[in-house]
């Protein structure tokens, strides 16, 4: 492959002329945390960061555990400010910045400490680390046993781009700009999570009514507000799941339990099953506007059946329900039923050991508000619209990521130039 004028080939790519390939360890002094034994640690109990503290780009300091710490642990294993801290086991990689939260903690041996030995930009050090991780690069320097590890000597030989001291502050500069509306949309999008959290608390227990309704609040069965035929509130196929050899490439589909997003389902689906065999489990077949619930596993996690959907089958894992359309409103059951799972009510009444199970008579059974259909309509619409704020948002969110994974595929190649 021809390599363009100005650029050159290299170990990790093609790279400007004037940039040059370093290692990890060429650029920062890199030490390993304090080792975790409660029976051998003696000393002061001081606060530290574990793996779980270190997120992409930010600490997480609200559960910090203590550890104990002589005199010369104090001094070895205290952090700075700027410091930079990279998973070594787990997520591989997985990196942030020290900013001096809190006045004293420490770190344990799940981390790696990094702090630069000539200038080496601590922001960039961490695009670079994420732009590896993402590309699987790093898996080429992991001792894996039950889980990954980046062992200092190895973590030391990753090649890295050396750009000038300049251009490493203007690549960085960049990026934590796109970092910056990441975060943005991300605060943002909890807020509304949470305002929709407060609103479907008041809305759907009757604490705040709408202007235009009163009288008291009472409960019906949820069988009460389902379609009056046979199978209105069923099961996947009973017994165990389908087979795999029973799946066809196209067919009837198949809803699973990786399809319920608390959502309309709008997941390609990817298994199905011929129209002979959709006929022997035609008992648990499912339409537009069914909602479809997890029934062992993640306990209530939901799904709506789009209105372009013509037939589908549910898996043994899942049930259905089939609303009366004159005395249900869809959305607000929807709300409603998630509004249990975020209370843990399906915990409170399923069935079995080591594994839950919400049975159908419990489904059936469970509580929904005896309101009018123009009520539930109208809670309905208040729920979804602020569902739809937080779903662009999301897409919002998914785009900005996007952007920024473009900016680092050509920031951190040299392909566009800042300086």
């Known amino acids: 492959m021809e390599v363009r004028k100005g650029y050159k080939q290299t170990d ?3 790279i400007p002329e004037d940039w040059e390939v370093t290692t990890v360890g060429n650029e920062f002094s890199i030490q390993l945390g304090k080792m975790l034994d409660a029976e051998k640690n003696v000393g002061i109990p001081k606060p530290f960061l574990g793996n779980r503290s270190v997120q992409w780009g930010r ?9 104990k710490l002589t005199p010369s642990d104090l001094q070895r294993f205290r952090l700075r400010e700027g410091d930079l801290l990279v998973c070594e086991g787990g997520e591989v990689g997985r990196a942030a910045i020290w900013n ?5 903690c420490y770190y344990q041996k799940a981390l790696h400490r990094l702090r630069p030995k000539r200038g080496y930009n601590t922001v960039l050090m961490i695009n670079i680390l994420q732009h590896l991780a993402s590309k699987g690069f790093l898996l080429n320097y992991v001792t894996q046993t039950s889980i990954a590890h980046l062992p200092k000597d190895k973590f030391e030989t990753v090649p890295i781009i050396l750009p000038t001291l300049v251009e490493q502050e203007a690549i960085a500069e960049a990026l934590s700009d796109a970092d910056a509306l990441i975060e943005a949309v991300e605060q943002l999008l909890t807020k509304k999570r949470q305002v929709k959290q407060g609103a479907m608390s ?6 705040r009514r709408l202007a235009e309704f009163s009288g ?3 409960l019906r069965s949820l ?6 035929e046979k199978f209105a509130i069923v099961d996947g196929p009973f017994g165990t799941q389908m087979k795999v050899d029973e799946y066809v490439s196209e067919g009837v589909p198949v809803i699973e339990m990786e399809h319920l997003e608390d959502r309309i389902i709008s997941q390609r689906l990817e298994r199905h099953i011929t129209p002979e065999k959709f006929e022997q ?4 077949a499912v339409y537009s ?5 997890s029934k062992t596993g993640s306990l209530g996690h939901l799904g709506i059946i789009p209105d372009n959907f013509e037939k589908g089958i549910i898996t043994s894992r899942l049930a259905k329900i089939t609303l009366d359309n004159a005395r249900a409103n869809r959305s607000f059951i929807f709300q409603y039923l998630l509004k249990l799972r975020n209370d843990g009510y399906w915990e409170r009444v399923s069935q079995g050991g080591t594994m839950q199970i919400l049975g159908i008579g419990m489904l059936q059974n469970v509580p929904i508000p005896d309101i009018s259909l123009a009520e539930q309509t109208a809670i309905a619409e208040i729920l979804s619209d602020m569902d739809a704020e937080i779903s662009a948002l999301e897409e919002k969110l998914v785009k900005a990521r996007q952007v920024k994974a473009g900016m680092m595929s050509e920031l951190l190649t040299g392909k566009v130039r800042l300086v």
Request: hydrophobic content about 40%; glycine content about 10%; charged content about 35%.
């Open 100 to 104: 001096k939260p809190i006045e004293e």
């Open 281 to 284: 489990l035609k008992r648990s």
């Open 289 to 293: 506007g069914d909602i479809v619930i």
């Open 59 to 67: 600490i997480d300091i609200s559960d910090l555990g203590l550890i």
């Open 216 to 218: 008291k609040w009472e």
């Open 12 to 14: 990790i790519g093609v």
């Open 223 to 228: 069988v009460e507000y389902v379609k009056s």
């Open 202 to 207: 008041e809305l759907l227990t009757g604490k």
